[in-house]
Every structure is written in C-alpha cells, then in structure tokens.
C-alpha cells in the first residue's frame, strides 16, 4: 500500500494550465501503475490517464483530454505528474491519484484496478 497526496489544483482561466502533483509514500512507488481520474460534481469519477510501472512506460489518456493533458512520473521522487493545457471549463472537476501494484496494461482506465488512492484536488476552470 501506498499513500497519496496531490497538489497544485486551484482556479485557472479557460485556456489556461495547470500542473497536478502526486506524492507516494509507503511502499516502492516505481512498481506501481498511476493513474489520475476526476469527479465533476453530480457525475461519476471518470478516467483521465494512466501510466504504468515499467521503464516502457505505456500511457493512456482519455479522448478528452488527449492532446492538451501528459502523464509522466519520477520514480526517484515517486511522484506522477499530470500537466494540464488549453483547460477548459468542462475540466472543472475533483482531480483523484491512483496507484495500483501490477496493473495489467488492458485494465488501467479502470478506476477498480486500484486500491490506493489520494484525497483529491480541486482544479476549477473559469470562462
């Protein structure tokens, strides 16, 4: 088990950028899989992206975010970024990190393929 803490939400302008921060504590975080999801309110907690534990690194975004978000990560300060571009207001949302141990590639857009996860981090688009 890993413990998680994200930063760096807050109030942007639509067109805007943000960069999110998740710090793991605990266990080794590089063999981890991360994952970011957000929860808009009155919605359901949605997939944003993903990457995985290995030095290959296969990552995933969801299509509304591809091309303006990139997940990356720094095992050595087992940390997982999520660089945000061009927001727009319908990424106003609680933005939720997510490890698992050993995700399997085809399941990490799946919010149950991980057992560990942070307190959540508003990030609020303003048009």
């Known amino acids: 088990q890993v413990q998680l803490v994200e930063s760096g939400g807050g109030l942007v302008q639509a067109g805007g950028s943000l960069r999110l921060s998740c710090e793991a504590s605990?266990?080794?975080?590089?063999?981890?899989?991360a994952a970011w999801f957000r929860q808009a309110p009155g919605k359901e907690r949605v997939f944003v992206a993903a990457?995985?534990?290995?030095?290959?690194?296969?990552?995933y975004y969801a299509a509304s975010v591809k091309g303006r978000f990139t997940i990356s990560r720094d095992n050595a300060k087992n940390t997982v970024y999520l660089k945000m571009n061009s927001l727009k207001t319908e990424d106003t949302a609680v933005y939720y990190c997510?490890?698992?141990?050993?995700?399997?590639?085809?399941?990490?857009?799946?919010?149950?393929?991980?057992?560990?996860w942070g307190q959540g981090t508003q990030v609020t688009v303003s048009s």
């Open positions: 997510a490890a698992g141990r050993y995700v399997p590639v085809q399941t990490m857009r799946a919010s149950t393929a991980y057992h560990d």
């Open positions: 605990g266990r080794t975080f590089s063999s981890y899989a």
């Open positions: 990457i995985t534990w290995r030095s290959s690194n296969t990552i």
